[in-house]
């Protein structure tokens, strides 16, 4: 989004203009940018809102930053069990494509605790050198072409090198996850996967994560890598995976299988496209750019501004497993309710003029990696370091880049995400 697009006025009157009724579950809606004057009028006027789905079925949204806190944390009220997107599963496609985002505590937090030591801030720290020979690496190949795309050449090329690595996936087989993932995690963009979900039947596929063909083949490469990491056992997360146990218990295969492919869903797209969102909307202020280059050690908090404005996952969903009255609606057992991080990350109730893209901006608590719940992401200190690093090592040449060629989005409505960024250099 440019800010031009849709925010007019003086900062102190920001008003969004642009299209209030917007169908959010239309992928094609969120194609044109991010829909923020449908989230502001459901924010204002409808903060419990119902959407009639084509299938039969529908969704509540909740869009106030305090509710989607709020309902989040209530897990034994708002289930993730019945699933997190708002894809309808029945009983065995649950069972088949099960990952700890799919459990409530105690269970998840049994699964999560496998994990979770390997992307500590500690240790996310400790590959911060590695992260800048990447990042500088794929910045020196890129610029001096003079004419690139900041996403498919820099933003795209990070994220699955930092993961694989960490994982213990060879380096030879980073293209085909990065490949892999997209084709999941955009199953309804043609661009990345000719079985678009809501255009086409993908009934074969109904077993495999986001019921997309890319799924069972990452489920055959995680089995490859779980084979020969049982075989010969190594200092990576995969290997750590395979032989704790959750009381007494080893993961099964298939439950390895859609954790792994969980860790590549999660950790490959989502920082690509903060990172790309984040950098559009600088280019489109390049007062804050100056400001950064200026004083550079505000680099952390316009990573967190980046990742508020961007707030790529958009929601996650939930099933509540009672009626509860909320805003003077009755949310009925078993209805669905989407959480829209990115609405709340635009409260205004929460966000002094929300609107405003602000690299000084604090406190800047946003939703971008979920809040008060259990399942915060896991992944939230790898993609700060990955954003601020790339950033850091893009700074000196960030003023000298132009916008180059038509942006393009991400066909979804379930990640926001700029898929192109074409940029010249002004100097070349
Ligand atoms: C800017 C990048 C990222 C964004 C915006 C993002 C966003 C999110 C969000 C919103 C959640 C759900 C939080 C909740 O329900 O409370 C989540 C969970 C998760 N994220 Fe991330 N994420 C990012 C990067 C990563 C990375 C790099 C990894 C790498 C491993 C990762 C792995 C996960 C996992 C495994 C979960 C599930 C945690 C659980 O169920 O307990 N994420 N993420």
Known sequence: MTASETVVGAPAAVRVVGDRWLDLTDPDV????????????????????????????????????????ALNKDFRTFTSEQGIRLEEMDAEELAA???????DPPEHTRLRRLVQGGFTRRMVASYEQAIRLLARAVIDEAVPRGRFDLVTDVARQLPMRMLGRLLGAPEEDYTFLVDRGDAMIGNSDPEFTEHVVDLMDTDEFRLMPFRSPAG???????????????AQPRDDVVTRMLADTIDGQPLSDLEFKNFFTLLVAAGNDTTRYSLAGGLLTLLDHPEQIELLQERPELMPSAVEEMLRWTSVT?????????????????IREGDKVALWWIAGDFDERRFP?????????TPNDHLAFGRGGPHRCIGEWLARAEIRVTMEELLPRLGDLRVAGPIERLRSNFISGIKHLPVEVASA
């Open 30 to 69: 969120h194609r044109a940018g991010v829909p923020h004057a449908t989230f502001q009028r459901l924010r204002d006027d409808e903060p419990v809102a119902w959407t009639e789905e084509a299938s039969g079925s529908g969704f509540w949204s909740i869009t106030r930053y305090d509710d989607v806190v």
């Open 97 to 103: 494509r099960r990952t700890m985002m799919e459990m």
């Open 353 to 361: 003029e929300p609107y405003r893209f602000d690299v000084t901006r």
């Open 314 to 330: 958009m929601h996650f969903r939930r099933t509540a497993t009672r009626d509860v009255e909320v805003h003077g609606r009755t």
């Open 216 to 230: 069972l083949e990452l489920f055959e490469y995680a089995q490859r890598l779980a084979d020969e990491r049982r």
